[in-house]
Structure formats: C-alpha cells, structure tokens
C-alpha cells in the first residue's frame, strides 16, 4: 500500500494514479468514508489525462486509527504533507462534504504554487451548527445524536444513513443501489470509532468563514437542493458569498452524495471547471 507517515507518526494511505507530468486532482473524502468513495471520478479523470489521487483521512479507510488529532487544523496539516511528499503543484483540490471543509482549511493555507483550484461538493461551510451566528444551521442535538447512535451501535447507524438521507433512498419513488449502500457501509466500517465519532464535531462545529474569506484561487461550489445532509440554504450560497472567486452551481432535487447518483452530470462539470 501507497502511505506516508506524518510528523506524529500516523500513516495516511493514499491512491496515486496517472502520469506524474499530468495535472494533479486530489480528492478529499466525507464522513466516515474513504478514498474509494471517488472511485467514479478517478477513473473518469484519469482517463481524460490527468494525475489522479485520494488519501484516506486520518482514522479512516486505511489510515491509521488514531485517537488524536481528528480535527481540521491536523486534517489540513496531513493534506499538507502529502502534497509536500508527492510534490503536487498547480494542484484541483476537490472535497465531498467534510472533504470540502478539510479543502478550505487546506488551501487556506497551502503553500504559494501548490493550488491552482478548489472545488466544493455538498460542502460543510461555512459552519454547520446552529448559533446566534448561524441561525439557520442545524440544532447541535442532531449531531449529539449521530454521537449517540455511533457509540450505541455504529454497524446500524452506517446502514440506515446511506439507505436513508445520504443518497436521498428515503424519497418517493428513488431507485435504489444496495451495492451503494453496502459499499458506504464497508467504508465506514473500515475506520476507527474514536476517530469518527471526534469526526462529527470537525465537520459540525468547524468555522471555515476565515478560511473561504482567504482563499485567493477559483473556486466551484456545487451542492443539491434536496440535500438532506448539508441542507443546501445555510451551505453553499452562503460560502459563493465569501469567496473572493467562487460560482455557484446548483442542482434542483439532487441528493447529498449526488457524485454517486449522479456522476454523468457532475463529473462534466468538474472537468468544465478544471478546463476553463
């Protein structure tokens, strides 16, 4: 297997397809998922050219599971390293979910020559949790209790999410993958408990307004409207407003992991993105 080991001695593994003279794409992962999550679209980009990696978050996939440093800065930090270890320059860095929030928090802070676009895809930013801040975020009991229900029995919980809300198989008349459900179960199940279940907190309590408000390349914010995850109103539109170059594209009724529901219309536009 392809890893590196970070300063605090943690193993992040990582894909890493494609010529090395080709414009890198990383891919950054939700919860509690892995880099297979982006199957579809490594080999949708890899076979149009480009250099093709995704790494699996500390505690997730086939990373080490750590019981320290799950949180953003030091999400941020082992991104850091791997693009210094690989060399990754004029880099597309595309995250899904909280894989959009470690993007932020990254490129915020990459090096000058590192970045030359970011994406977002049914991204946590600006920040999920409801405040006097943030009044349209969700109440902080929704993530105490995807809390209880992780440490109560975590095998259900990564069923009933992706046979529910997550790929929107709840709504009237959606076709249903078990093979998807199945294959988010077998992700999950993967990683680490501890580093999950600190995990909710990165992704739910998280400010990234700084972050969004420093970032200085291009920046496509691509979310659902009938995400039930992210909910689409208090995500994206907010986070276009404090990109100094963002634009916003929008999906009517699509679902929260619409990469995989829907990758014949979200991979072209990513590569119209990365082209443009």
């Given at each position: 297997?392809?890893?590196?080991?970070?300063?605090?001695?943690?193993?992040?593994?990582?894909?890493?397809?494609?010529?090395?003279?080709?414009?890198?794409?990383?891919?950054?992962?939700?919860?509690?998922?892995?880099?297979?999550?982006?199957?579809?679209?490594?080999l949708y980009f890899l076979?149009?050219?480009?250099?093709?990696?995704?790494?699996?978050?500390?505690?997730?996939?086939?990373?080490?599971?750590?019981?320290?440093?799950?949180?953003?800065?030091?999400?941020?930090?082992?991104?850091?390293?791997?693009?210094?270890?690989?060399?990754?320059?004029?880099?597309?860095?595309?995250?899904?979910?909280?894989?959009?929030?470690?993007?932020?928090?990254?490129?915020?802070?990459?090096?000058?020559?590192?970045?030359?676009?970011?994406?977002?895809?049914?991204?946590?930013?600006?920040?999920?949790?409801?405040?006097?801040?943030?009044?349209?975020?969700?109440?902080?009991?929704?993530?105490?209790?995807?809390?209880?229900?992780?440490?109560?029995?975590?095998?259900?919980?990564?069923?009933?999410?992706?046979?529910?809300?997550?790929?929107?198989?709840?709504?009237?008349?959606?076709?249903?993958?078990?093979?998807?459900?199945?294959?988010?179960?077998?992700?999950?199940?993967?990683g680490g408990a501890k580093?999950?279940?600190?995990?909710?907190?990165?992704?739910?309590?998280?400010?990234?307004?700084?972050?969004?408000?420093?970032?200085?390349?291009?920046?496509?914010?691509m979310h659902g409207t009938?995400?039930?995850?992210?909910?689409?109103?208090?995500?994206?539109?907010?986070?276009?407003?404090?990109?100094?170059?963002?634009?916003?594209?929008?999906?009517?009724?699509?679902?929260?992991?619409?990469?995989?529901?829907?990758?014949?219309?979200?991979?072209?536009?990513?590569?119209?993105?990365?082209?443009?």
């Open positions: 297997m392809s890893t590196i080991t970070t300063k605090d001695g943690t193993e992040i593994y990582y894909k890493d397809w494609g010529s090395k003279d080709a414009q890198p794409i990383v891919f950054h992962h939700g919860w509690p998922l892995s880099a297979d999550d982006w199957d579809n679209q490594m076979d149009k050219g480009f250099r093709v990696i995704a790494h699996d978050r500390r505690g997730h996939g086939r990373s080490s599971q750590t019981a320290t440093g799950n949180e953003m800065d030091t999400y941020a930090a082992d991104v850091a390293e791997l693009a210094e270890a690989l060399d990754l320059k004029n880099a597309v860095h595309a995250g899904h979910s909280t894989g959009g929030g470690e993007v932020a928090h990254y490129v915020a802070r990459a090096k000058p020559g590192r970045v030359a676009k970011a994406v977002l895809i049914s991204a946590v930013p600006p920040i999920m949790v409801k405040s006097e801040k943030n009044p349209g975020g969700l109440p902080i009991e929704v993530f105490d209790g995807f809390r209880s229900a992780l440490a109560a029995n975590r095998a259900q919980l990564y069923v009933d999410v992706p046979a529910g809300p997550f790929y929107g198989f709840n709504r009237p008349g959606a076709k249903i993958s078990q093979g998807t459900i199945d294959n988010w179960w077998r992700q999950g199940m993967m580093a999950h279940y600190d995990c909710i907190k990165a992704f739910s309590e998280t400010d990234f307004t700084d972050d969004l408000k420093t970032i200085d390349v291009p920046v496509l914010v009938d995400d039930q995850i992210v909910p689409y109103a208090d995500a994206a539109p907010l986070s276009v407003k404090l990109l100094k170059h963002g634009t916003l594209k929008s999906y009517d009724g699509f679902p929260h992991g619409m990469c995989t529901t829907h990758p014949e219309i979200i991979n072209p536009d990513l590569l119209a993105f990365i082209k443009a």
